[in-house]
């Protein structure tokens, strides 16, 4: 993500930069059709100050620095008012020009939409008007007032207004940009996650389980997956009901998952069975591990548990390893599940190994 970051940002300033230098090359049409005055030298200190200024600009991301900003963290505020900087020098040599220099800021700021709110656009704004009319005073005390000085006040009110109403837009942006991120997490959640015991969905265990095998192939290490089901599980949802089948099943995933590691991963597989990964696990420490749960869930007092043939609910399990039982997705779930149906008839409340 750092390295993307970094892209989508040193693309930002360079594409800034073509706008700075658009607008110099503008300057200089106005000029060769005499809309405005200005010697060619400061029309090359203008083009080498921008050149500078957006070079710091892109070397800030280049090199992490940008990071250090924590005040900035979408680095917005810190290019913006390096745009700003110089299109008040834009400003200082063509001064005739110099309301084409504030609807560009305008164009600038297209750069925050969604990411700046109304205090973040205003901010700007006012930066960009205190060096609108420093420039301006500064033109008037050696002589080169573009006009009188209670024009330019006026167009600095009406710049800040238009500001404000962009902070406003920008806020609305900014919230409806934050509010579809949500959305975004929310569905990606749902998309990979259970919804009855809101334990990862089997879509999400087989991802888990190809990233695994990729790790296995590349470094070695192995990993069990075990398939764990709810004996006599019908039963008890004949008896007592689906609501009742329903709180069964998120109770006893709540004891599974209780009793795990924090490196495994407990899925819902489908009906009444889940389904277990355990990275850097060999066969044998996972029987044990899963012998020691099948103990906790049959010790465990859940609610209608008298109608279960034992008088208890209880689990099996069926275990299978990679790299020892296969390195293929299927061939290792097929094994484990070959696993569970031995368990089973082998007289139930039992683990099984490939």
Same mark, same amino acid.
């Given at each position: 993500? %750092?390295?993307?970051?970094?892209?989508?940002?040193?693309? $930002?300033?360079? #594409?800034?930069?073509?706008?700075?230098?658009?607008?110099?090359?503008?300057?200089?049409?106005?000029?060769?059709?005499?809309?405005?005055?200005?010697?060619?030298?400061?029309?090359? $200190?203008?083009?080498?100050?921008?050149?500078?200024? =957006? %070079?710091?600009?892109?070397?800030?991301?280049?090199?992490?620095?940008?990071?250090? #900003?924590?005040?900035?963290?979408?680095?917005?505020?810190? @290019?913006?008012?390096?745009?700003?900087?110089?299109?008040?020098?834009?400003?200082?040599?063509?001064?005739?020009?110099?309301?084409?220099?504030?609807?560009?800021?305008?164009?600038?700021?297209?750069?925050?939409?969604?990411?700046?709110?109304?205090? %973040?656009?205003?901010?700007?704004?006012?930066?960009?008007?205190?060096?609108?009319?420093?420039?301006?005073?500064?033109?008037?005390? =050696?002589?080169?007032? @573009? $006009?009188?000085? *209670?024009?330019?006040?006026?167009?600095?009110?009406?710049?800040?207004?238009?500001?404000?109403?962009?902070?406003?837009?920008?806020?609305?942006?900014?919230?409806?940009? *934050?509010?579809?991120?949500?959305?975004?997490?929310?569905?990606?959640?749902?998309?990979?996650?259970?919804?009855?015991?809101?334990?990862?969905?089997?879509?999400?265990?087989?991802?888990?389980?190809?990233?695994?095998?990729?790790?296995?192939?590349?470094? $070695?290490?192995?990993?069990?997956?075990?398939?764990?089901?709810?004996?006599?599980?019908?039963? !008890?949802?004949?008896?007592?009901?689906?609501?009742? %089948?329903?709180?069964? #099943?998120?109770?006893?995933?709540?004891?599974?998952?209780?009793?795990?590691?924090?490196?495994?991963?407990?899925?819902?597989?489908?009906?009444?069975? !889940?389904?277990?990964?355990?990275?850097?696990?060999?066969?044998?420490?996972?029987? *044990?591990?899963?012998?020691?749960?099948?103990?906790?869930?049959?010790?465990?007092?859940?609610?209608?548990?008298?109608? =279960?043939?034992?008088?208890?609910?209880?689990?099996?399990?069926?275990?299978?390893?990679?790299?020892?039982?296969?390195?293929?997705?299927?061939?290792?779930?097929?094994?484990?599940?070959?696993?569970?149906? *031995?368990?089973?008839?082998?007289?139930?409340?039992?683990?099984?190994?490939?």
């Amino acid at each position: 993500m %750092g390295a993307e970051s970094s892209r989508i940002r040193k693309r $930002g300033v360079a #594409l800034a930069t073509v706008g700075l230098l658009f607008a110099l090359g503008v300057l200089l049409v106005m000029r060769i059709a005499g809309f405005s005055e200005f010697s060619t030298i400061r029309w090359l $200190g203008a083009l080498a100050v921008t050149l500078v200024v =957006q %070079g710091i600009m892109w070397l800030l991301p280049h090199l992490g620095i940008d990071r250090l #900003l924590t005040w900035d963290y979408h680095f917005l505020y810190t @290019p913006l008012a390096a745009a700003g900087v110089l299109l008040c020098v834009y400003i200082y040599i063509a001064p005739e020009l110099r309301l084409i220099g504030l609807l560009s800021w305008t164009i600038a700021i297209m750069f925050m939409a969604g990411l700046a709110g109304f205090f %973040g656009v205003l901010g700007v704004g006012l930066l960009m008007t205190v060096g609108y009319l420093f420039v301006v005073m500064l033109l008037g005390s =050696q002589g080169r007032a @573009p $006009g009188p000085l *209670r024009f330019d006040l006026m167009v600095a009110f009406l710049f800040v207004m238009i500001n404000i109403y962009g902070g406003v837009v920008f806020e609305r942006l900014k919230r409806d940009r *934050r509010e579809m991120k949500a959305l975004r997490e929310r569905l990606s959640e749902m998309a990979l996650t259970d919804p009855l015991t809101e334990l990862p969905n089997r879509r999400h265990f087989h991802e888990r389980v190809s990233a695994e095998i990729g790790r296995v192939q590349r470094h $070695g290490g192995g990993f069990t997956i075990a398939i764990i089901d709810i004996d006599d599980f019908k039963i !008890f949802n004949d008896e007592r009901g689906h609501l009742a %089948g329903d709180h069964l #099943l998120k109770e006893v995933a709540t004891v599974i998952r209780t009793q795990m590691r924090v490196s495994d991963m407990l899925a819902r597989f489908g009906g009444d069975e !889940f389904v277990m990964l355990m990275p850097n696990t060999t066969c044998d420490e996972a029987v *044990r591990g899963l012998d020691r749960i099948r103990k906790v869930v049959e010790a465990s007092g859940f609610s209608g548990a008298e109608i =279960q043939p034992e008088g208890r609910v209880t689990i099996s399990a069926g275990a299978a390893c990679c790299p020892q039982d296969g390195t293929e997705h299927d061939l290792i779930v097929k094994k484990a599940d070959d696993s569970l149906y *031995r368990a089973k008839r082998s007289g139930k409340n039992r683990i099984e190994r490939a």
